[in-house]
């Protein structure tokens, strides 16, 4: 199971740090999504285990930073320089995806709640 936290209401070029918590096995992505109103769920950065290589969407990379504690079992997404536009529910995922759809939602068969993150101008 993952359990999100961390969003909340912040100004533009601020800061925020998601934290999902991570329980059962060990999967081979960690992933963070977020979908904005009336938007499709999109890719924001994803982990893979076994390399510990980073991906990221080109609207946020040199922004935002996924790490992930191996001895905490927690999954972060630290979000800087924040805009408007990062307003969305962010979620964290889990799954087995094979590396051509590590940035793909099909590619994760678990789900975190979601936590908002709301940039006010």
């Known amino acids: 199971q993952l359990q999100a936290s961390g969003g909340g209401l912040v100004q533009a070029g601020g800061s925020l740090r998601l934290t999902c918590a991570v329980s059962?096995?060990?999967?081979?992505?960690y992933g963070w999504f977020r979908q904005a109103p009336g938007n499709e769920r999109e890719f924001v950065a994803a982990i893979l285990t076994s390399h510990n290589k980073l991906y990221y969407a080109d609207s946020v990379k040199g922004r935002f930073t996924i790490s992930r504690d191996r001895a905490k079992n927690t999954l972060y997404l630290e979000m800087n320089s924040l805009k408007p536009e990062d307003t969305a529910v962010y979620y964290c995922?889990?799954?087995?995806?094979?590396?051509?759809?590590?940035?793909?939602?099909?590619?994760?068969?678990?789900w975190g709640q979601g936590t908002q993150v709301t940039v006010s101008s």
């Open positions: 995922a889990a799954g087995d995806p094979i590396i051509i759809y590590v940035s793909a939602s099909a590619g994760y068969s678990n």
């Open positions: 059962g096995r060990t999967f081979r992505s």
